[in-house]
């Protein structure tokens, strides 16, 4: 009997590249943090008022632009407000300009490429799951030369797909599209709110990209924990048993 398809999937932000570094210039070029800020605590609120403003607003998907860049805006004022630091909504609009155009000067995580081609070379299906708009995506994809990696169509991006994780329904989309099976698929993430819960209620393994020491956020259990991509290929090299050749 042939064996079953095994897959993984990968996030994109903060678990194929650092997230923080586009962050961490934006503040220091626009409102003169010092490097010795908590720029580490300071992405953790960033990111946790990103996702509950967007719940706030009702972001789906494929949001309204004028909600989403109200939200991109105030997500700035709050987390920087934890600090002790208030900004006028134009240094937010600064703050935000700043950090998207540093968002396409990155670089892939050390031996991220380098485990997706050899899982690949072993016959594993591997591919990309991220949120956000489509064309902004796409240019992120681009500047971290994805496609010389990651074929096109095992790319989904949650703009131009309609759903976003954590739904469930994402997860199901590519697996339907992918011809594979939940229960042979891992996911590999670093967002609790929307990597962990939302790949777990889909039926799927996951492996939580912890790089941040960041808590858990619900009820929900990772599979594995890695906090680099050393461990990400222990993990795998662990559990995957021999796998089918495409």
Same mark, same amino acid.
Request: without cysteine.
């Given at each position: &009997?042939?064996?079953?398809?095994?897959?993984?999937?990968?996030?994109?932000?903060?678990?194929?590249?650092?997230?923080?570094?586009?962050?961490?210039? /934006?503040?220091?070029?626009?409102?003169?943090?010092?490097?010795?800020?908590?720029?580490?605590?300071?992405?953790?609120?960033?990111?946790?008022?990103?996702?509950?403003?967007?719940?706030?607003?009702?972001?789906? /998907?494929?949001?309204?632009?004028?909600?989403? $860049?109200? &939200?991109?805006?105030?997500?700035?004022?709050? &987390?920087?407000? $934890? =600090? #002790?630091? +208030?900004?006028?909504?134009?240094? +937010? /609009?600064?703050?935000?300009?700043?950090?998207?155009?540093?968002?396409?000067?990155?670089?892939?995580?050390?031996? /991220?490429? +380098?485990? &997706?081609? $050899?899982?690949?070379?072993? #016959?594993? =299906?591997?591919?990309?799951?991220?949120?956000?708009?489509?064309?902004?995506?796409?240019?992120?994809?681009?500047?971290?030369?994805?496609?010389?990696?990651?074929?096109?169509?095992?790319?989904?991006?949650?703009?131009?797909?309609?759903?976003?994780?954590?739904?469930?329904?994402? =997860?199901?989309?590519?697996?339907?599209?992918?011809?594979? $099976? +939940?229960?042979?698929?891992?996911?590999?993430?670093?967002?609790?709110?929307?990597?962990?819960? #939302?790949?777990?209620?889909? #039926?799927?393994?996951?492996?939580? =990209?912890?790089?941040?020491?960041?808590?858990?956020?619900?009820?929900?259990?990772?599979?594995?924990?890695?906090?680099?991509?050393?461990?990400?290929?222990?993990?795998?090299?662990?559990?995957?048993?021999?796998?089918?050749?495409?």
């Amino acid at each position: &009997m042939e064996p079953e398809k095994k897959a993984i999937f990968f996030d994109v932000d903060d678990t194929l590249y650092d997230h923080l570094q586009p962050l961490r210039g /934006a503040l220091q070029e626009v409102i003169g943090l010092p490097d010795d800020f908590p720029y580490a605590e300071a992405y953790h609120r960033f990111r946790y008022y990103s996702d509950w403003l967007s719940d706030q607003e009702g972001l789906s /998907a494929v949001p309204e632009p004028e909600a989403v $860049e109200r &939200m991109r805006r105030r997500r700035f004022e709050l &987390m920087l407000k $934890e =600090f #002790g630091i +208030a900004v006028e909504p134009e240094q +937010a /609009a600064a703050l935000q300009e700043r950090y998207l155009g540093r968002q396409f000067h990155i670089q892939p995580f050390d031996g /991220a490429y +380098a485990l &997706m081609h $050899e899982l690949m070379e072993e #016959g594993y =299906f591997v591919g990309l799951i991220t949120n956000g708009e489509g064309a902004h995506q796409e240019r992120k994809l681009e500047a971290l030369k994805v496609r010389d990696v990651i074929p096109r169509e095992r790319i989904f991006i949650s703009g131009t797909i309609g759903y976003a994780k954590p739904d469930r329904r994402l =997860f199901e989309h590519v697996s339907k599209q992918t011809g594979t $099976e +939940a229960r042979n698929s891992f996911y590999i993430g670093d967002s609790w709110r929307n990597d962990v819960v #939302g790949a777990v209620d889909a #039926g799927w393994q996951v492996i939580w =990209f912890n790089h941040r020491q960041a808590e858990p956020e619900s009820d929900h259990q990772a599979h594995y924990v890695a906090h680099n991509y050393e461990e990400i290929e222990r993990i795998l090299k662990g559990v995957l048993s021999p796998a089918r050749v495409l």
